[in-house]
């Protein structure tokens, strides 16, 4: 599920970007190469990024394995930092990119949290 959510979203990112570039005369006609290769490299990011967490903190057979990897948390702040990177001086596909892995942790995540464990809101267990 997330590399097919996320390579939709690299085609929705790109569409926009692109008619945005032909409104302001930076670009004459559509490039569905463009759009073509942003969509597969979206979903290798979803793709690459879904397992993150699990490899991180692996169940290991533990059903109570989540910690700060799988809170509510880190995936708010993984977020806010593809968010916040919009506001940098990042090249406009690394932004993307940011996003892009943001998204696929976070469905993981979305995922997760719809099993009886649910998620952690740190995950730091406090003694």
């Given at each position: 599920m ?42 290798g ?83």
């Open positions: 997330n590399t097919a959510v996320c390579g939709l979203a690299g085609a929705i990112i790109n569409i926009f970007r692109q008619i945005n570039r032909i409104d302001r005369g930076e670009q004459d006609k559509f490039n569905l190469w463009e759009l073509g290769l942003d969509t597969i490299g979206a979903a990011i979803g793709y690459l990024t879904a397992g993150v967490p699990d490899g991180l903190e692996p169940s290991d057979d533990n059903p109570n394995h989540r910690g700060p990897c799988h809170s509510v948390a880190l995936g708010t702040l993984l977020g806010i930092v593809a968010l916040k990177s919009y506001d940098t001086t990042l090249p406009e596909k690394a932004k993307d990119a940011l996003a892009i892995g943001a998204l696929s942790y976070n469905l993981h995540l979305l995922s997760d949290a719809q099993t009886p464990k649910g998620l952690p809101l740190t995950g730091i267990k406090l003694k």
